[in-house]
């Protein structure tokens, strides 16, 4: 079964305790994003990576690192939480089809079942 | 201004009618343009995606999208119950070339209820 899976789904963890959400795909898709979702303030982008050791910012990637080893992994790694992570992540995988080429559902984006993260 | 704006809601519609769902975006570069639905308590799926102006449907769903005034909407004909549920719009914003198509910005989205 095509999926993107998340691990852990729920975590609460103290303020500066490091830790690592896994999100892994095997739909062998180049494209994998992180995202948070706030109350008020949407679904908002931290990381995202177009394949293998390549990397860049969204909108709001400040007290996040992400690394991208192997194609199907994106782990999303917090060094230093702080309440103000406390939220629920999203992460998701898209295979780039030119858009002449594609049907009805262009770069779609398969999202992972999300993590709820609670930093005290 | 934010990137992407949707109107919060809630949306009520009884049974049966036209939902529509609308979206304005700031950057006029913008490539592409998404619609996700997402359940309470799921994650966000794919409804539409358009990426040139005009109507696009898909069954009872149909996105139109206007650059020049930098509008997308999205219409739910013969709306069910099952249809409520928070919609989102996505845009993948002009960027730095390649690298930019990875990049998408959410609205906030819109609560939609479908009252039977």
């Known amino acids: 079964e095509a999926q993107v899976t998340q691990n852990p789904r729920y975590l609460i963890t103290v303020t500066g305790k490091k830790l690592t959400v896994t999100c892994s795909q095997n739909m062998n898709h180049e494209y994998m994003s992180w995202y948070r979702q706030d109350p008020g303030l949407g679904l908002r982008q931290i990381y995202y990576s177009m394949n293998v050791e390549v990397t860049d910012k969204g909108d709001v990637p400040e007290g996040y690192k992400v690394s991208r080893k192997e194609k199907r992994n994106f782990p999303l790694i917090l060094e230093s939480p702080s309440p103000n992570q406390t939220s629920l992540y999203f992460c998701?995988?898209?295979?780039?089809?030119?858009?002449?080429?594609?049907?009805?559902?262009?770069?779609?984006?398969?999202f992972g079942p999300g993590t709820r993260l609670t930093v005290l | 201004q934010k990137e992407v704006e949707q109107n919060s809601g809630p949306l009520s519609v009884p049974e049966g009618a036209i939902a529509s769902l609308n979206c304005t975006y700031s950057d006029r570069g913008s490539q592409s343009f998404f619609w996700y639905r997402q359940y309470s308590g799921k994650s966000p799926e794919l409804i539409m995606s358009?990426?040139?102006?005009g109507d696009k449907e898909d069954g009872r769903f149909t996105a139109q999208l206007n650059k020049a005034s930098q509008y997308v909407s999205l219409l739910i004909r013969d709306s069910q119950p099952s249809d409520s549920a928070t919609y989102l719009c996505?845009?993948?914003?002009?960027?730095?070339?390649?690298?930019?198509?990875?990049?998408?910005?959410f609205g906030q989205g819109t609560i939609l209820t479908v009252h039977p």
């Open positions: 358009i990426y040139s102006n």
């Open positions: 998701a995988s898209s295979l780039y089809i030119s858009p002449l080429l594609a049907g009805s559902h262009y770069n779609e984006q398969f």
């Open positions: 996505a845009v993948n914003p002009s960027g730095k070339g390649g690298t930019s198509y990875g990049k998408l910005t």
